[in-house]
């Protein structure tokens, strides 16, 4: 029998605020977050209600996308595939009401990073992974302002999706630097953030670095 490979540390995925009114003054926000530390992708999530704000959308990665990209950080579309193509980011992120995987891995090629949302649902993440999925996303983890009608989810769903498969899970839903250890240890591959870094009292730069010290102290633990 052969040993699991070693688990890789995990690392922090960062998304937007549902609105942005100053997108000049948030892109030099979006810039501070990135000197905190470690950050493996950016999300662009926009909204209007539930359907994504396709003007903001492009107004923000007209100002960021290109400066992001070039800090080695991925920049990931919320719910629009055309968008993702049109402004050359690294990939997608899509609901289970949004376009196919298949389609969205037709359209932007295999090089792309589609990610599925998946709730609290073994089964949605496991046909997403056949579908082609490059990570699956569970959550709401902890109460969040940022998404209406967030789905409760358990940590348990992340050891068991550690333990048993190989495709990347992400945690989302209300994380913070003072419970993010506990998903941490629970499985999660990637620390999905939005107002844990934004709203954060000493800055978005001090909030990624504070993420990324319990993510090494974590990755440390089970070395």
Known sequence: MTDAPPRERT???LITPPRIDDVAAFSDTIMRALDGGDIACLQLRLKTGDLIDLDATQAL?????RPVQDRGVAVIINDSVDL????G????????????ISA???TLGIDAIVGATCKASRHLAMEAGEQGADYVAFGSFYPTTTKERATPADPGVLSFWQGAMTLPCVAIGGIT?????T?????????AVSSGVWDHPDGPDAAVAAFNVVMEQEAAAWA
């Open 177 to 181: 630097v003072e419970n993010v250890a």
């Open 61 to 65: 990665a007209e100002a960021v996308l």
């Open 84 to 87: 993702a193509l049109d402004l």
């Open 104 to 106: 969205a891995r037709a």
């Open 183 to 191: 998903l941490v240890r629970a499985g999660a591959d990637f620390i």
């Open 11 to 13: 690392r922090l995925y």
């Open 89 to 100: 980011a690294d990939g997608v992120h899509l609901g289970a009401a949004d376009t196919p």
